[in-house]
């Protein structure tokens, strides 16, 4: 699946080094690239201008899709989509599964939670030539509390299993910032501490160990904030019968106790995340595009 290699980016932008023997002033400190980005005149405008413009009235957020390729380290690259993806993944992805559901099913979650802005990267990651076949399976451009992004906008499909496994990866994605925005909690690093995988560890744990180890999957046992993610992610993935049987056969208490943490965190925040899967199930796979 693409979301086991979800990519995060901690972040999205270049930090100049200052030293003592530079002038004032010489060197910009973390330069924040999108907000420098031209606007296009109005008389310029697209199709898709005028969808996002409209979804900017209507939830408050912007839609950013074009932008020059971006450098996120020095061999390390994402590139703008292409526009006739770009169009088609905005009207039924962003507006369609993610945002009007959320805003119509969890009104409380949607206003204080919704990020302001969301970043289209048509690729994933490219590493050493942004031409190259050679890149991460997927990037989650996620950098400040008030911006989010999903890679793979070029890849974008109206086949239902793509659509399910995208929407459930862009809540794994936004899992990171809540993480970042209020953090996981004290005692929920405490649950699995000393136990994690780390790395190449987590590629070669099956399923049905990793859960017996008090994760969901070999990833969610990377480090403890794919731990936090991956929860969100099967919540949403997984009906609540389902996630409450895989525990009782884990038999694994770390595993239902992170479960719980979770499940509480949200619910604190205005959403259900089992109600959430029920909501995903009836957009995504319930209705004809």
């Not at 910009?28 to 420098?36: A, Q, V």
């Not at 697209?46 to 020095?74: F, K």
């Not at 895989?246 to 604190?268: F, G, N």
């Amino acid at each position: 699946m693409k979301k086991i290699f979800s990519v995060l980016l901690a972040v999205i932008f270049l930090a100049a080094c200052k030293k003592d023997n530079y002038p004032l002033g010489a060197v910009d400190e973390n330069i924040d690239f999108f907000s420098k980005r031209e606007v296009k005149p109005r008389s310029q405008w697209n199709e898709l201008d005028y969808l996002c413009d409209s979804m900017r009235q209507a939830y408050g957020i912007e839609i950013i899709y074009e932008y020059t390729p971006r450098i996120v380290a020095g061999n390390t690259f994402f590139m703008p989509p292409q526009y006739d993806k770009a169009l088609p993944y905005t009207r039924l992805v962003l507006d369609k599964l993610w945002l009007k559901p959320l805003k119509e099913n969890f009104p409380e979650f949607f206003a204080k939670e919704t990020p302001i802005e969301f970043i289209l990267a048509g690729g994933y990651i490219h590493f050493n030539d942004p031409t190259t076949t050679s890149t991460a399976a997927g990037a989650g451009l996620n950098a400040q509390f008030y911006r989010l992004g999903m890679g793979g906008v070029n890849a974008f499909s109206t086949n239902k299993a793509w659509l399910w496994d995208h929407i459930v990866t862009l809540y794994h994605e936004h899992a990171h910032q809540i993480d970042h925005k209020y953090g996981r909690g004290y005692l929920f690093d405490r649950v699995s501490q000393g136990k994690y995988y780390g790395i190449p560890g987590y590629a070669s744990v099956s399923e049905a160990q990793a859960q017996r180890d008090g994760f969901w999957y070999g990833y969610g046992g990377y480090a403890p904030e794919e731990d936090f993610a991956t929860n969100v992610e099967y919540m949403a993935d997984l009906p609540e019968a389902r996630i409450k049987e895989l525990i009782a056969i884990s038999q694994s208490v770390a595993l239902e106790t992170k479960y719980k943490m979770v499940h509480q965190k949200y619910l604190d925040m205005g959403m259900d995340l089992h109600k959430l899967h029920v909501m995903l199930d009836s957009v995504v796979y319930k209705v004809n595009y």
